[in-house]
T-cell receptor, first 114, second 110 residues
Framework: ETGVTQTPRHLVMGMTNKKSLKCEQHLGHNAMYWYKQSAKKPLELMFVYSLEERVENNSVPSRFSPECPNSSHLFLHLHTLQPEDSALYLC?????????????FGPGTRLTVT | RKEVEQDPGPFNVPEGATVAFNCTYS??????FFWYRQDCRKEPKLLMS???SGNEDGRFTAQLNRASQYISLLIRDSKLSDSATYLC???????????FGQGTTLQVKP
């Protein structure tokens, strides 16, 4: 176990639905990340939070809205998604957001938008 | 040009074979380099860091060539359990932002 949990593990939603992905880390880390992994494409960094402050928003559409209420929890709120948003969404955490820190990934949420 | 490029494979090798993967990166100011491993339908996990002088961890050897901007991973005496996708990861200077390659898939056959 990596110490990073994600719920739900699988999610099917319609384009008009609103849902949220949850990530929790039990490692005492200060930085948390959301990544998107689509088939046949590299992992794409979406958001970075360091000490609960968003430090990076990698040109992600506004239909994805992150929330970091504390250093252990990270949410990704979803609304009016498109079918091309179907992917594996991975959460990760690390001791800090600077170079050299290993990132630990959660198991991911496999999202299908219908 | 992609920031990090890998041959997606798949590489199909017999048990006991030696296999090598290369990865090229475009940002010459990149500072840190890693290999991650991702099993089918699982999350990526750190396999090893890549140091300028090259480093070895058991059957795995990683090397960095800054002049040519590539890193490599050598796996000796392949095991069935080595079957996975190997992700090349580059971190630009002074950031924690991981740039992933597409991954190279290895299938070790009995």
């Amino acid at each position: 176990e990596t110490g990073v949990t994600q719920t739900p593990r699988h999610l099917v939603m319609g384009m008009t639905n609103k849902k949220s992905l949850k990530c929790e880390q039990h490692l005492g880390h200060n930085a948390m990340y959301w990544y998107k992994q689509s088939a046949k494409k590299p992992l794409e960094l979406m958001f970075v939070y360091s000490l609960e402050e968003r430090v990076e928003n990698n040109s992600v559409p506004s239909r994805f809205s992150p929330e970091c209420p504390n250093s252990s929890h990270l949410f990704l709120h979803l609304h009016t998604l498109q079918p091309e948003d179907s992917a594996l969404y991975l959460c990760a955490s690390s001791r800090g957001d600077r170079t050299g820190y290993e990132q630990y990934f959660g198991p991911g949420t496999r999202l299908t938008v219908t | 040009r992609k920031e990090v490029e890998q041959d997606p494979g798949p590489f199909n090798v017999p048990e006991g074979a030696t296999v090598a993967f290369n990865c090229t990166y475009s940002n010459s100011a990149s500072q840190s380099f890693f290999w991650y491993r991702q099993d089918c339908r699982k999350e990526p996990k750190l396999l090893m860091s890549v140091y300028s002088s090259g480093n070895e961890d058991g059957r795995f050897t990683a090397q960095l060539n800054r002049a040519s901007q590539y890193i490599s991973l050598l796996i000796r005496d392949s095991k069935l359990s080595d079957s996975a996708t190997y992700l090349c990861v580059v971190i630009p200077s002074n950031t924690g932002k991981l740039i992933f390659g597409q991954g190279t898939t290895l299938q070790v056959k009995p």
